[in-house]
């Protein structure tokens, strides 16, 4: 097993979990991470919620990270999250970010220059959604 390499930060508000990776992942950084999102996701699962992912600060990570973040977003599908919100720094965050999201049955996805930008799509897709 090998020390964690980069990190993340989470947040929640309302029905909204908020990611914020940062640096450059390995896999160990992605295991924690996904753990620590399915746990705080339970505390909001109940009704319908939504994600916001920012990768402004991430540098990617190890390919092995990759099937980490399928299982967790094939976990959040079946848990009740309706949609996603997605920051990219780069066009390939985007592409990587777009073959995870193919994946998806339940949960509308779109990407986003900032978060006070993606934060009004959640909050209206939300709001709509629970009409």
Not at 59 to 64: A, F, M, Q
Not at 96 to 119: G, I, W
């Amino acid at each position: 097993m090998f020390l964690e390499h980069g990190s993340f930060e989470f947040e929640i508000q309302g029905q909204i979990l908020i990611m914020r990776p940062l640096g450059a992942w390995n896999f160990e950084t992605a295991v924690r991470c996904c753990k620590e999102y399915k746990e705080l996701a339970n505390t909001i699962n109940d009704s319908p919620w939504a994600c916001l992912v920012n990768l402004s600060l991430w540098e990617l990570g190890t390919p092995d990270i990759w099937h980490e973040i399928d299982k967790v977003n094939a976990w959040a599908d079946t848990n009740n999250e309706k949609f996603e919100a997605v920051i990219c720094s780069n066009s390939l965050q985007n592409t990587l970010l777009e073959q995870t999201y193919d994946k998806f049955k339940n949960v509308q996805t779109d990407f986003f220059y900032t978060e006070a930008e993606a934060l009004k799509w959640l909050n209206t897709k939300l709001v709509t959604h629970n009409e």
